[in-house]
């Protein structure tokens, strides 16, 4: 009987699993900074080619200096990233778990952090074949100590996607929303049947709440499907990220008000943001919600930024009580919770929040979730409008009839 109850308690723990969806996010409230990119361009999305010279880099940082033992593990997911069900030896060319051997202590930093680094592939572990992978970070060699996940994906390049975003739609002609328009040619790599073994997936500025899936082309040939005036292929325009810069405690940089030194830690004010809906359009140069970790005159970003808390402050007569107001950007993965959920302060009649960052340069922007939604919206604070420049990463994923598991062989970012 015991026999019994512990083998459906593993299937139903590994059913549990299967059925996750992955996404980057710190799981511990001892990460902090957890990054994906491919190697040596920080900004990009972590994205590279079957067998390409380029890695991609896993780094973040646990805040203390204590020395932690943490593991890794690799796995293969379907385009809605949950756990495809191939075999890990027919994805993966080596181990499909190790030790991460790479950390460092901060140095001269109020806040002691150690930081962290992993690549794939690496000496040990390479990815045979194109589609999402998770990696998923725990201590001392035990698969329940999760500390992270970390998502990445590998193309092999077989069709070409070209594309535009236009302000004219649908639905409004040069008003709040973008119409993105565009055709995947794959002349060279024949696909029998479109409609069931191909699989698009679009995403505005890396942000999983509105994203695209299963879209169905309006034209379709043996050589080109073309995706053109589609209404799920309109978004919200939004606007221009807001952005600070805090890779000096000693300047007040874009966006500070000022920095503050409250023994032990460093603070920092920022301006108060102000309601940009129902104003005109003012283009501003952004990251499209990314950040870039920097300290001036520094030559070790990663361990010699120091941590400080960082003030975050909306005035706002109005509160939205039918729903809540959050920050969003790649430093808060894109995810609304909690963390990122901004309070409002009745006596100050602003929206006020807190986050724990590291020296560098940061987007963001508030978006508004209505009660029982997932998908956040502009409006309400930041305004939408068709000329704000936005990217939109497109993923083409394919599955022959018959096939267990989603190829990745086409990716492109349109702005």
């Known amino acids: 009987m015991k026999r019994l109850i512990f083998s459906f308690s593993v299937l139903f723990s590994w059913c549990v699993m299967a059925q996750t969806s992955f996404f980057t996010h710190p799981v511990s409230d001892r990460i902090k900074t957890l990054q994906v990119n491919v190697e040596g361009s920080p900004m990009s999305l972590p994205v590279i080619k079957l067998n390409d010279q380029k890695n991609i880099v896993i780094q973040f940082d646990e805040m203390s200096h204590d020395s932690k033992n943490y593991y ?9 990233w949950t756990l495809s069900t191939i075999s890990d030896m027919e994805a993966i060319d080596g181990y499909t778990t190790g030790t991460i051997t790479e950390s460092a202590l901060s140095v001269n930093t109020t806040f002691l952090y ?25 201590e001392d060699n035990d698969p329940d100590k999760v500390i992270a996940y970390a998502c990445f994906s590998v193309v092999d390049p077989h069709v070409i996607i070209r594309g535009t975003v236009r302000g004219n739609t649908d639905t409004e002609m040069n008003g709040r929303y973008q119409q993105l328009d565009f055709t995947i040619d794959n002349t060279n790599y024949p696909i029998r049947d479109v409609f069931s073994e191909l699989h698009v997936v679009v995403r505005q500025n890396d942000r999983r709440d509105n994203e695209v899936v299963n879209i169905q082309p309006t034209y379709t040939t043996q050589s080109l499907q073309t995706y053109s005036n589609n209404k799920a292929l309109i978004f919200e325009g939004g606007n221009s990220y807001r952005q600070f810069d805090i890779s000096s405690v000693y300047l007040a940089a874009v966006g500070v008000n000022k920095i503050q030194f409250m023994s032990p ?46 003030h975050f402050s909306l005035p706002d007569e109005h509160p939205l009580f039918e729903g809540s107001l959050h920050l969003s950007g790649s430093f808060v993965y894109n995810q609304f919770n909690d963390s990122d959920r901004m309070n409002y302060n009745g006596q100050r ?37 068709w000329q704000t420049d936005n990217q939109y990463a497109i993923y083409t994923y394919y599955r022959p009839t018959g096939d267990r598991y989603d190829q990745l062989i086409g990716f492109t970012t349109i702005e």
């Open 72 to 80: 890794y593990s690799i796995q293969h997911c379907d385009a809605d």
């Open 114 to 138: 150690t930081h962290y680094s992993l690549r794939f592939p690496n000496e040990n572990t390479r990815m045979k074949l194109s589609g999402n992978y998770v990696v998923t970070i725990y």
């Open 265 to 310: 830690y460093y603070h920092t004010m920022l301006y108060d943001d102000l309601i940009r809906a129902g104003r005109s359009f003012e283009k501003e140069v952004d990251v499209h919600g990314n950040y870039l970790i920097n300290i001036q005159n520094h030559s070790q970003d990663e361990t010699e930024a120091d941590y400080m808390y960082v």
């Open 349 to 385: 009649q602003a929206y006020e929040q807190t986050l724990l960052l590291k020296q560098g340069g940061y987007n963001y922007l508030y978006l508004y979730t209505p009660k029982g939604a997932t998908t956040g919206s502009s409006f309400p604070i930041e305004g939408s409008y």
